[in-house]
């Protein structure tokens, strides 16, 4: 069977399913959770066909389909490193990051969560004036310290290495009867039933001792995540005020998040 994306004359040798099915399951190794879309960019293929080898894959049980993508087997209990989360929707992030930073006023006192997207959102603080943030997240931390107008608060805690994060009681005590006005959060997934999940019990303790001590929760997530679930919940759909995605996020999904009274803020590229 060969893929009719590419016609006779496009110059391109026609891809062979098995060829592009081994392609899907590499870049799912290599990235834990692929969208939909970059998956038929990577195998040069359509939509409608990637879609159809998915269905393939997950009917042998070699991946989990879900909105707008695919997972590998296991994905609820993965959690990918700071690093491997960088090489994922880099423009997309960076899209986020400017719009949510709009959401910001100056002397504003505002918490932010780990993440490379939250990272990223750090380095678009910098035309603030006067703004408190208090975060367990280096990263964050680093960016921000370019900023001299910008009190830089991190919290105590036991560094998470593989995610560059604090966490741990002494972390979560550090936020205790702290009182912002809005909480600036990722995690590695997020659906309408759930919320916002991550695959780490103790991430997500310190993620919702982040959200308690903020009279609004910011989600920043991309569409690789959305309509993705793992472990742990995190922060109830409920609890969630505003989420700002991209503009490749699952239309169904989104729909569904604003009908639980979360309010979209969508980033164009």
Do not use: Y
């Amino acid at each position: 069977m060969v893929s009719d994306a590419q016609g006779p004359g496009d110059g391109r040798r026609p891809v062979f399913a098995a060829e592009r099915r081994q392609r899907i399951l590499e870049l799912l190794r290599a990235n834990g959770a692929v969208s939909l879309r970059e998956l038929a960019q990577a195998v040069r293929s359509s939509e409608v066909t990637v879609r159809r080898d998915l269905k393939a894959l997950a009917a042998e049980g070699l991946l989990n389909r879900h909105h707008g993508g695919a997972t590998l087997p296991g994905e609820l209990t993965r959690e990918p490193t700071h690093s491997q989360k960088a090489q994922v929707a880099g423009a997309e992030k960076l899209a986020i990051a400017d719009l949510a930073a709009s959401l910001v006023e100056d002397g504003d006192a505002i918490v932010v969560g780990p993440g490379t997207t939250t990272q990223a959102f750090a380095t678009r603080l910098g035309r603030h004036n006067e703004l408190a943030v208090v975060t367990n997240s280096l990263p964050v931390a680093q960016a921000l310290a370019a900023f001299p107008r910008i009190e830089v608060v991190l919290t105590g805690g036991t560094l998470r290495g593989s995610i560059l994060a604090l966490v741990g009681s002494a972390a979560e005590a550090s936020l205790a009867g702290l009182r912002v006005r809005r909480a600036f959060l990722s995690g590695n997934g997020l659906t309408a039933e759930r919320g916002l999940s991550t695959p780490n019990m103790q991430v997500a303790s310190v993620d919702r001792a982040l959200a308690a001590a903020a009279e609004e929760v910011v989600v920043l997530a991309d569409h690789t995540k959305i309509g993705l679930d793992t472990m742990v919940q995190t922060i109830p759909t409920e609890r969630i005020d505003h989420l700002v995605t991209d503009e490749t996020a699952p239309g169904d999904v989104l729909d569904e998040l604003a009908g639980r009274g979360v309010r979209l803020h969508v980033a164009r590229l």
